[in-house]
DNA sequence: TAAAATATGGAGATTATCTCCATTTGTCAA
DNA sequence: TTGACAAATGGAGATAATCTCCATATTTTA
Protein backbone atom coordinates (compact mmCIF):
# COMPACT_ATOMS: atom_id res chain seq x y z
CA UNK A 1 0.00 0.00 0.00
CA UNK A 2 2.55 2.80 1.28
CA UNK A 3 5.82 0.97 0.25
CA UNK A 4 6.98 4.00 -1.49
CA UNK A 5 8.98 5.58 0.49
CA UNK A 6 10.94 3.99 3.99
CA UNK A 7 9.89 7.24 6.01
CA UNK A 8 13.12 8.11 8.38
CA UNK A 9 12.86 7.16 11.93
CA UNK A 10 12.03 10.37 13.24
CA UNK A 11 9.32 11.24 10.90
CA UNK A 12 8.01 8.19 11.70
CA UNK A 13 7.90 8.98 15.29
CA UNK A 14 6.28 12.19 14.97
CA UNK A 15 4.02 11.00 12.55
CA UNK A 16 2.44 8.62 14.94
CA UNK A 17 2.62 11.53 17.45
CA UNK A 18 0.02 13.02 15.30
CA UNK A 19 -1.74 10.30 14.71
CA UNK A 20 -1.99 9.41 18.46
CA UNK A 21 -3.35 13.20 19.37
CA UNK A 22 -6.04 13.06 16.65
CA UNK A 23 -7.32 9.93 18.13
CA UNK A 24 -7.55 11.23 21.54
CA UNK A 25 -9.33 14.27 20.06
CA UNK A 26 -11.22 12.38 17.70
CA UNK A 27 -12.74 9.86 20.56
CA UNK A 28 -13.20 13.06 22.78
CA UNK A 29 -14.99 14.15 20.05
CA UNK A 30 -13.70 17.48 19.90
CA UNK A 31 -12.62 17.04 16.57
CA UNK A 32 -14.29 19.96 15.01
CA UNK A 33 -13.61 22.20 17.50
CA UNK A 34 -9.82 22.34 17.51
CA UNK A 35 -7.94 24.51 14.68
CA UNK A 36 -6.07 22.21 12.60
CA UNK A 37 -2.84 23.36 13.67
CA UNK A 38 -3.76 22.87 17.19
CA UNK A 39 -2.80 19.29 16.57
CA UNK A 40 0.59 20.02 15.65
CA UNK A 41 0.86 21.78 18.90
CA UNK A 42 -0.99 18.67 20.68
CA UNK A 43 1.35 16.20 18.90
CA UNK A 44 4.30 18.28 20.29
CA UNK A 45 5.50 19.03 16.69
CA UNK A 46 5.61 22.64 14.31
CA UNK A 47 2.60 22.80 12.28
CA UNK A 48 4.98 22.36 9.40
CA UNK A 49 4.99 19.13 9.88
CA UNK A 50 1.73 18.16 10.69
CA UNK A 51 0.86 19.72 7.45
CA UNK A 52 3.44 17.41 5.52
CA UNK A 53 2.20 14.47 7.21
CA UNK A 54 -1.68 14.59 6.50
CA UNK A 55 -2.25 17.97 4.01
CA UNK A 56 -5.64 18.31 5.15
CA UNK A 57 -8.42 18.04 8.66
CA UNK A 58 -9.82 14.77 6.55
CA UNK A 59 -6.41 13.13 5.32
CA UNK A 60 -5.93 12.67 9.58
CA UNK A 61 -9.85 11.38 10.04
CA UNK A 62 -9.03 9.27 7.94
CA UNK A 63 -5.68 7.85 8.38
CA UNK A 64 -7.14 7.92 12.17
CA UNK A 65 -9.98 5.27 10.67
CA UNK A 66 -7.53 3.93 9.13
CA UNK A 67 -7.00 1.27 12.13
CA UNK A 68 -10.42 1.37 13.20
CA UNK A 69 -11.06 -0.28 9.84
CA UNK A 70 -8.62 -2.76 9.56
CA UNK A 71 -9.71 -3.90 13.28
CA UNK A 72 -13.67 -4.31 11.98
CA UNK A 73 -12.60 -5.99 8.65
CA UNK A 74 -10.47 -8.58 10.91
CA UNK A 75 -13.57 -9.14 12.93
CA UNK A 76 -15.52 -9.51 9.53
CA UNK A 77 -13.38 -12.11 8.69
CA UNK A 78 -13.24 -14.01 12.26
CA UNK A 79 -17.45 -14.04 11.43
CA UNK A 80 -17.22 -15.42 8.27
CA UNK A 81 -14.73 -18.12 9.40
CA UNK A 82 -16.87 -18.88 12.49
CA UNK A 83 -20.54 -18.39 11.89
CA UNK A 84 -23.10 -19.54 9.42
CA UNK A 85 -23.23 -16.39 6.46
CA UNK A 86 -26.77 -15.22 7.37
CA UNK A 87 -25.72 -14.70 11.11
CA UNK A 88 -22.02 -13.46 10.33
CA UNK A 89 -23.31 -10.42 8.60
CA UNK A 90 -25.86 -9.85 10.92
CA UNK A 91 -23.44 -9.91 13.91
CA UNK A 92 -20.91 -7.40 11.95
CA UNK A 93 -24.08 -5.11 11.04
CA UNK A 94 -24.76 -5.04 14.77
CA UNK A 95 -21.14 -4.86 16.07
CA UNK A 96 -20.92 -2.05 14.02
CA UNK A 97 -23.73 -0.12 15.43
CA UNK A 98 -22.58 -1.51 18.77
CA UNK A 99 -18.68 0.22 18.22
CA UNK A 100 -20.11 2.91 16.84
CA UNK A 101 -22.28 3.85 19.54
CA UNK A 102 -18.85 3.07 21.98
CA UNK A 103 -16.42 4.98 20.07
CA UNK A 104 -17.95 7.46 18.72
CA UNK A 105 -14.74 8.38 16.81
CA UNK A 106 -15.56 5.79 14.11
CA UNK A 107 -19.42 7.18 13.49
CA UNK A 108 -18.19 10.60 13.27
CA UNK A 109 -15.34 10.14 11.17
CA UNK A 110 -17.72 8.42 8.82
CA UNK A 111 -20.30 11.25 9.07
CA UNK A 112 -17.12 13.97 8.33
CA UNK A 113 -15.09 11.39 5.49
CA UNK A 114 -18.78 11.36 4.00
CA UNK A 115 -19.55 14.87 4.01
CA UNK A 116 -16.27 16.31 2.72
CA UNK A 117 -16.54 16.44 -1.15
CA UNK A 118 -13.40 14.81 -3.15
CA UNK A 119 -13.43 11.13 -3.11
CA UNK A 120 -12.86 10.71 0.37
CA UNK A 121 -13.11 6.63 2.31
CA UNK A 122 -10.40 6.51 -0.17
CA UNK A 123 -8.24 3.71 1.41
CA UNK A 124 -10.29 2.73 4.40
CA UNK A 125 -13.81 2.88 3.22
CA UNK A 126 -12.67 0.59 0.63
CA UNK A 127 -11.38 -2.16 2.76
CA UNK A 128 -14.19 -2.03 4.63
CA UNK A 129 -16.10 -2.05 1.88
CA UNK A 130 -14.99 -5.12 0.51
CA UNK A 131 -15.30 -6.64 4.27
CA UNK A 132 -19.18 -6.14 4.00
CA UNK A 133 -19.14 -7.45 -0.02
CA UNK A 134 -17.38 -10.96 1.11
CA UNK A 135 -20.27 -11.21 3.90
CA UNK A 136 -23.02 -10.48 2.01
CA UNK A 137 -21.39 -12.78 -0.95
CA UNK A 138 -21.63 -15.63 1.12
CA UNK A 139 -24.93 -15.35 2.25
CA UNK A 140 -26.33 -14.71 -1.01
CA UNK A 141 -24.47 -17.66 -1.99
CA UNK A 142 -25.81 -19.96 0.38
CA UNK A 143 -29.25 -19.05 -0.77
CA UNK A 144 -30.38 -16.81 2.51
CA UNK A 145 -29.87 -13.65 1.19
CA UNK A 146 -31.06 -11.91 -2.13
CA UNK A 147 -28.93 -11.70 -4.70
CA UNK A 148 -30.23 -8.50 -6.90
CA UNK A 149 -29.19 -5.95 -4.11
CA UNK A 150 -25.64 -4.80 -4.63
CA UNK A 151 -23.12 -4.46 -1.01
CA UNK A 152 -23.17 -0.59 -2.26
CA UNK A 153 -26.54 -0.18 -0.70
CA UNK A 154 -25.59 -2.08 2.36
CA UNK A 155 -22.14 0.67 2.72
CA UNK A 156 -24.78 3.22 1.80
CA UNK A 157 -26.96 2.67 4.95
CA UNK A 158 -23.93 2.16 7.33
CA UNK A 159 -23.03 4.95 6.30
CA UNK A 160 -26.48 6.98 6.88
CA UNK A 161 -26.04 5.73 10.42
CA UNK A 162 -22.48 6.80 10.96
CA UNK A 163 -23.79 10.24 9.98
CA UNK A 164 -26.69 10.39 11.47
CA UNK A 165 -24.85 9.81 14.76
CA UNK A 166 -24.65 12.68 16.23
CA UNK A 167 -27.98 14.24 14.86
CA UNK A 168 -30.62 12.19 16.19
CA UNK A 169 -30.81 11.97 20.26
CA UNK A 170 -32.52 8.52 19.66
CA UNK A 171 -29.62 7.27 17.50
CA UNK A 172 -28.87 4.16 19.16
CA UNK A 173 -32.53 2.89 18.71
CA UNK A 174 -33.25 3.79 15.20
CA UNK A 175 -29.79 2.01 14.42
CA UNK A 176 -30.60 -0.87 15.44
CA UNK A 177 -34.31 -0.31 14.32
CA UNK A 178 -32.37 0.44 10.96
CA UNK A 179 -30.30 -2.91 11.04
CA UNK A 180 -33.72 -4.91 11.55
CA UNK A 181 -34.87 -3.69 8.55
CA UNK A 182 -32.45 -3.60 5.99
CA UNK A 183 -31.86 -7.77 7.29
CA UNK A 184 -34.88 -8.36 7.00
CA UNK A 185 -35.47 -6.97 3.77
CA UNK A 186 -32.03 -8.61 2.21
CA UNK A 187 -33.43 -12.13 3.58
CA UNK A 188 -34.41 -14.28 0.76
CA UNK A 189 -35.53 -13.69 -2.74
CA UNK A 190 -37.29 -10.59 -4.10
CA UNK A 191 -40.59 -11.67 -4.60
CA UNK A 192 -43.10 -10.98 -2.63
CA UNK A 193 -45.56 -14.46 -2.06
CA UNK A 194 -44.41 -16.47 1.13
CA UNK A 195 -42.45 -19.33 1.91
CA UNK A 196 -42.31 -21.53 4.75
CA UNK A 197 -40.56 -19.26 7.36
CA UNK A 198 -37.01 -21.12 8.41
CA UNK A 199 -36.95 -18.88 11.76
CA UNK B 1 -43.65 29.73 12.17
CA UNK B 2 -41.88 33.24 11.35
CA UNK B 3 -44.84 36.24 12.15
CA UNK B 4 -42.01 36.89 14.37
CA UNK B 5 -41.15 40.73 12.62
CA UNK B 6 -42.80 41.84 9.59
CA UNK B 7 -39.85 42.61 8.01
CA UNK B 8 -38.85 45.60 6.06
CA UNK B 9 -39.67 45.84 2.57
CA UNK B 10 -35.34 45.92 1.47
CA UNK B 11 -34.82 43.09 3.59
CA UNK B 12 -37.11 40.93 2.35
CA UNK B 13 -35.93 41.39 -1.13
CA UNK B 14 -32.39 41.39 0.03
CA UNK B 15 -33.22 37.81 1.54
CA UNK B 16 -34.77 36.74 -1.89
CA UNK B 17 -31.96 37.62 -3.74
CA UNK B 18 -29.71 35.84 -1.53
CA UNK B 19 -31.92 32.81 -1.70
CA UNK B 20 -32.06 33.14 -5.58
CA UNK B 21 -28.22 33.22 -6.10
CA UNK B 22 -27.60 30.08 -3.03
CA UNK B 23 -30.06 28.19 -4.93
CA UNK B 24 -28.37 28.79 -7.97
CA UNK B 25 -25.12 28.00 -6.74
CA UNK B 26 -26.30 24.90 -4.84
CA UNK B 27 -27.47 23.67 -8.00
CA UNK B 28 -24.96 24.11 -10.02
CA UNK B 29 -22.41 21.90 -7.11
CA UNK B 30 -20.14 24.64 -6.43
CA UNK B 31 -22.11 25.77 -2.78
CA UNK B 32 -18.34 24.81 -0.96
CA UNK B 33 -16.21 26.22 -3.33
CA UNK B 34 -17.49 29.61 -2.60
CA UNK B 35 -16.30 31.93 -0.34
CA UNK B 36 -18.95 32.40 2.11
CA UNK B 37 -18.88 36.46 1.64
CA UNK B 38 -18.99 36.11 -2.47
CA UNK B 39 -22.71 35.18 -2.00
CA UNK B 40 -23.39 38.63 -1.17
CA UNK B 41 -21.48 39.52 -3.87
CA UNK B 42 -23.44 37.48 -6.24
CA UNK B 43 -26.77 38.35 -4.93
CA UNK B 44 -25.66 41.97 -5.31
CA UNK B 45 -25.67 43.33 -1.50
CA UNK B 46 -23.24 43.89 1.35
CA UNK B 47 -21.30 41.01 3.22
CA UNK B 48 -23.33 42.81 6.58
CA UNK B 49 -26.42 42.05 5.04
CA UNK B 50 -25.76 38.33 4.09
CA UNK B 51 -24.26 37.85 7.18
CA UNK B 52 -27.39 39.82 9.17
CA UNK B 53 -29.64 37.02 6.92
CA UNK B 54 -27.98 33.74 7.33
CA UNK B 55 -25.24 34.05 10.06
CA UNK B 56 -24.13 31.14 8.63
CA UNK B 57 -23.30 28.73 5.82
CA UNK B 58 -25.45 26.48 6.83
CA UNK B 59 -28.31 28.40 7.76
CA UNK B 60 -28.09 29.71 4.19
CA UNK B 61 -28.46 26.19 2.65
CA UNK B 62 -31.11 25.45 5.43
CA UNK B 63 -33.69 28.49 4.00
CA UNK B 64 -32.81 27.13 0.39
CA UNK B 65 -33.73 23.49 1.38
CA UNK B 66 -36.84 24.49 3.51
CA UNK B 67 -39.28 25.19 0.18
CA UNK B 68 -37.75 22.33 -1.57
CA UNK B 69 -39.08 20.16 1.92
CA UNK B 70 -42.12 22.03 1.47
CA UNK B 71 -42.47 20.69 -1.84
CA UNK B 72 -41.75 17.69 -1.01
CA UNK B 73 -44.25 17.48 2.06
CA UNK B 74 -46.91 18.62 -0.25
CA UNK B 75 -46.25 15.69 -2.21
CA UNK B 76 -46.56 13.35 0.79
CA UNK B 77 -50.14 14.63 1.48
CA UNK B 78 -51.05 14.40 -1.69
CA UNK B 79 -49.48 10.56 -2.19
CA UNK B 80 -51.40 9.65 0.86
CA UNK B 81 -54.69 11.12 -0.16
CA UNK B 82 -54.48 9.27 -3.04
CA UNK B 83 -53.10 6.18 -2.67
CA UNK B 84 -53.03 3.02 -0.23
CA UNK B 85 -51.07 3.54 2.35
CA UNK B 86 -48.20 1.25 1.28
CA UNK B 87 -47.82 2.20 -1.95
CA UNK B 88 -48.05 5.92 -1.17
CA UNK B 89 -45.10 5.22 1.18
CA UNK B 90 -43.15 3.09 -1.72
CA UNK B 91 -44.10 6.33 -4.23
CA UNK B 92 -42.98 8.30 -1.70
CA UNK B 93 -39.32 6.86 -0.85
CA UNK B 94 -38.99 6.39 -5.07
CA UNK B 95 -39.94 10.08 -5.33
CA UNK B 96 -37.12 11.37 -2.75
CA UNK B 97 -34.28 8.88 -4.83
CA UNK B 98 -35.22 10.58 -8.16
CA UNK B 99 -35.83 13.91 -6.76
CA UNK B 100 -32.19 14.20 -5.64
CA UNK B 101 -31.14 12.40 -8.51
CA UNK B 102 -32.28 15.15 -10.76
CA UNK B 103 -31.56 18.15 -8.62
CA UNK B 104 -28.73 16.88 -6.73
CA UNK B 105 -29.30 20.16 -4.32
CA UNK B 106 -30.98 18.27 -1.91
CA UNK B 107 -29.30 15.86 -1.69
CA UNK B 108 -25.89 17.88 -1.52
CA UNK B 109 -28.21 19.84 1.09
CA UNK B 110 -29.16 17.10 3.25
CA UNK B 111 -25.25 15.48 3.45
CA UNK B 112 -24.41 19.19 4.52
CA UNK B 113 -27.07 19.72 7.42
CA UNK B 114 -26.54 16.63 8.30
CA UNK B 115 -22.67 16.98 8.50
CA UNK B 116 -22.74 20.38 10.47
CA UNK B 117 -23.21 19.50 14.35
CA UNK B 118 -25.42 21.95 15.67
CA UNK B 119 -28.83 20.61 15.86
CA UNK B 120 -29.46 21.43 11.88
CA UNK B 121 -31.88 20.08 9.76
CA UNK B 122 -34.47 22.54 12.60
CA UNK B 123 -37.45 23.18 10.72
CA UNK B 124 -37.38 21.67 7.09
CA UNK B 125 -35.59 18.38 8.29
CA UNK B 126 -38.45 18.49 11.19
CA UNK B 127 -41.31 18.88 8.45
CA UNK B 128 -40.04 16.10 6.34
CA UNK B 129 -39.63 13.72 9.37
CA UNK B 130 -43.28 14.39 9.67
CA UNK B 131 -44.40 13.56 6.31
CA UNK B 132 -42.39 10.29 6.62
CA UNK B 133 -43.98 9.38 10.04
CA UNK B 134 -47.27 10.29 8.59
CA UNK B 135 -46.90 7.91 5.76
CA UNK B 136 -45.84 4.93 8.10
CA UNK B 137 -48.13 5.72 10.82
CA UNK B 138 -50.99 5.04 7.72
CA UNK B 139 -49.33 1.91 6.96
CA UNK B 140 -48.92 0.32 10.06
CA UNK B 141 -52.21 1.17 10.97
CA UNK B 142 -53.73 -0.80 7.96
CA UNK B 143 -50.75 -3.62 8.68
CA UNK B 144 -49.26 -3.43 5.88
CA UNK B 145 -45.94 -2.54 7.75
CA UNK B 146 -44.71 -3.67 10.86
CA UNK B 147 -45.27 -1.40 13.99
CA UNK B 148 -41.78 -2.17 15.45
CA UNK B 149 -39.81 0.04 13.60
CA UNK B 150 -40.00 3.99 13.85
CA UNK B 151 -40.43 6.31 11.08
CA UNK B 152 -36.83 7.60 12.75
CA UNK B 153 -34.91 4.40 10.80
CA UNK B 154 -36.85 5.76 7.45
CA UNK B 155 -35.19 9.40 8.21
CA UNK B 156 -31.63 7.79 8.73
CA UNK B 157 -32.02 6.00 5.74
CA UNK B 158 -32.81 8.82 3.38
CA UNK B 159 -30.01 10.94 5.28
CA UNK B 160 -27.78 8.07 4.25
CA UNK B 161 -28.23 8.20 0.94
CA UNK B 162 -28.55 11.80 0.50
CA UNK B 163 -25.18 12.08 1.86
CA UNK B 164 -23.69 9.59 -0.10
CA UNK B 165 -24.79 11.38 -3.03
CA UNK B 166 -21.35 12.50 -4.03
CA UNK B 167 -19.39 9.94 -2.85
CA UNK B 168 -20.59 6.90 -5.07
CA UNK B 169 -20.22 6.58 -8.20
CA UNK B 170 -23.05 4.23 -9.12
CA UNK B 171 -25.45 6.36 -6.76
CA UNK B 172 -28.51 5.85 -8.65
CA UNK B 173 -28.49 1.96 -8.77
CA UNK B 174 -27.37 1.57 -4.99
CA UNK B 175 -30.16 4.37 -3.65
CA UNK B 176 -32.81 2.06 -5.49
CA UNK B 177 -31.61 -0.96 -4.29
CA UNK B 178 -31.72 0.40 -0.57
CA UNK B 179 -34.95 1.59 -1.25
CA UNK B 180 -36.07 -1.84 -2.05
CA UNK B 181 -34.13 -3.66 1.04
CA UNK B 182 -36.29 -0.82 2.84
CA UNK B 183 -39.49 -1.19 1.74
CA UNK B 184 -38.84 -4.93 1.79
CA UNK B 185 -37.60 -4.73 5.70
CA UNK B 186 -40.79 -2.51 6.16
CA UNK B 187 -43.25 -5.13 4.95
CA UNK B 188 -45.78 -7.23 7.86
CA UNK B 189 -44.63 -7.68 10.89
CA UNK B 190 -41.38 -8.65 12.46
CA UNK B 191 -42.56 -12.26 13.38
CA UNK B 192 -41.69 -14.92 10.84
CA UNK B 193 -44.08 -17.37 9.97
CA UNK B 194 -46.34 -16.27 7.41
CA UNK B 195 -49.59 -14.39 6.95
CA UNK B 196 -51.37 -14.78 3.05
CA UNK B 197 -49.86 -12.25 0.82
CA UNK B 198 -51.80 -9.49 0.24
CA UNK B 199 -49.71 -8.68 -2.53
C1' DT C 1 32.68 10.48 10.13
C1' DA C 2 31.52 13.46 6.48
C1' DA C 3 28.48 14.28 2.70
C1' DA C 4 23.86 13.66 0.96
C1' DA C 5 19.23 13.06 1.78
C1' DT C 6 15.26 13.88 4.63
C1' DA C 7 12.61 16.07 7.87
C1' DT C 8 11.76 19.83 11.21
C1' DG C 9 9.60 24.07 13.43
C1' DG C 10 7.41 28.12 13.52
C1' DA C 11 7.36 32.99 11.78
C1' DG C 12 4.60 35.13 8.70
C1' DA C 13 1.87 35.22 4.19
C1' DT C 14 -2.52 34.16 2.59
C1' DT C 15 -7.18 33.51 2.74
C1' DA C 16 -11.64 33.16 4.90
C1' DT C 17 -14.92 34.65 8.35
C1' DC C 18 -17.23 37.96 10.92
C1' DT C 19 -18.13 42.73 13.32
C1' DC C 20 -19.17 47.39 13.55
C1' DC C 21 -21.22 51.70 12.68
C1' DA C 22 -21.89 55.97 9.82
C1' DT C 23 -25.16 56.21 6.31
C1' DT C 24 -29.31 55.08 3.67
C1' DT C 25 -33.92 53.39 3.15
C1' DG C 26 -38.49 52.43 4.56
C1' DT C 27 -42.54 53.14 7.77
C1' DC C 28 -45.97 55.57 10.08
C1' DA C 29 -48.43 59.21 12.51
C1' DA C 30 -49.83 63.75 12.25
C1' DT D 1 -46.75 65.67 2.38
C1' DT D 2 -43.39 65.46 5.68
C1' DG D 3 -40.57 64.79 9.62
C1' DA D 4 -39.01 61.68 13.02
C1' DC D 5 -38.10 57.15 14.26
C1' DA D 6 -36.90 52.44 13.38
C1' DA D 7 -34.95 49.12 10.49
C1' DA D 8 -31.61 47.75 7.32
C1' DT D 9 -27.49 48.50 4.58
C1' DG D 10 -22.61 48.03 2.82
C1' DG D 11 -18.07 47.35 3.04
C1' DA D 12 -13.65 48.59 5.43
C1' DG D 13 -11.04 46.39 8.52
C1' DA D 14 -10.59 43.29 12.86
C1' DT D 15 -10.11 38.55 13.89
C1' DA D 16 -9.15 34.03 13.09
C1' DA D 17 -7.93 29.91 10.46
C1' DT D 18 -5.14 27.79 7.02
C1' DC D 19 -1.05 27.00 4.68
C1' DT D 20 3.96 27.99 2.82
C1' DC D 21 8.67 28.49 3.05
C1' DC D 22 13.29 27.82 4.25
C1' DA D 23 17.33 28.14 7.48
C1' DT D 24 18.36 24.66 10.58
C1' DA D 25 18.51 20.00 12.56
C1' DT D 26 18.40 14.96 12.25
C1' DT D 27 19.06 10.59 10.03
C1' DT D 28 21.06 7.67 6.64
C1' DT D 29 24.58 6.13 3.71
C1' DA D 30 28.98 4.98 2.00
Redesign the interface.
Known amino acids: MNAAKPLRADARRNREALLAAAREVLDAGDF?DLRFDDFAGLAGVGTGTLYRHFPTREALAEAVYHEEVATLSDRARDLRATLPAEEALAAFLRGMVDHMDAYQGLARTL??L??T?S???ADGGQALEEAVGDLVADAVRDGTVRA???A??V???????G??H???P?WR???D??I???????RRQ?S????????
Open positions: FATMARGALDVDGAMMVLHGIAADHRDAEAGVTLLLDGLPPKCIEGTA
